[in-house]
């Protein structure tokens, strides 16, 4: 029997498509269903009860909530073409560096942004890239996974993409190649993925979302 796989999601919600890259990635046939998130739906709600957002993955009839979670189950349940290390230190490695993505460089980044630009908040974004971009260079290699995409490149879609949609609706710069070259370099050749590239939505849609957020400085 076919697995059954629906993802819930928005567009434009860069958590959702960690979730539509990873299954690009491992080429899994999924149904997307769209929300409305003024008004979610009984299956959000029930399927997600206790944040009540997305993404939510439903496999088979099962809920799988929070999409670096949700990224995982997809590499343990599908094996082929595998997005995290099987080497123990290195998945835990990996697993490390999502983490401080999320709860490191995502909202320093963020508070740039909604700053326009101001100097001490970009400066302590400044300062957690810097990590990414030393690892970068430790690598040596095409991506935080090495010669394929792993958690930590999925992880970072949001400094990838959209940050360069946020510079360009505010008109303001966070990431410069003289600063990161290796953050740029990395950025160009994950987005041109064609996983990656299937997965994201239109920049112009968060050009848009950045110029309505925040307005005009």
Known sequence: MADEVKLYGVDGSPYVCRVKI?????KIGNEYVVEDLSNKSADLLKYNPVHKKVP?????GKPISESLVIVEYIDDAW??????????????QARFWAKFIDGKCIPAIFMAIGSH?????????????????NELNVKGKKFFGGDN??????????IAYWVGAAEEALGIKLVTKD???KLIEWGG???NCQ???????????????????????
Do not use: C, M, W
């Open 117 to 133: 630009g101001e100097e001490q908040a970009v400066a302590e974004a400044h300062e957690q890239l810097q990590f990414l971009e």
């Open 79 to 92: 094996k082929a073409a595998p997005i995290l290390p099987r080497d123990a230190y290195e998945k835990a």
């Open 56 to 60: 939510v993955l439903l496999h088979n």
């Open 149 to 158: 995409i792993n958690l930590v490149d999925i992880a970072a879609t949001f």
């Open 179 to 181: 600063k990161f070259p």
């Open 189 to 191: 050749n994950y987005i």
């Open 22 to 26: 990873a299954l690009n990635i491992k």
């Open 195 to 217: 996983a990656v590239k299937d997965g994201l939505p239109p920049r112009e849609i968060l050009v848009a979302f950045f110029k309505k957020r925040f307005g005009s400085a």
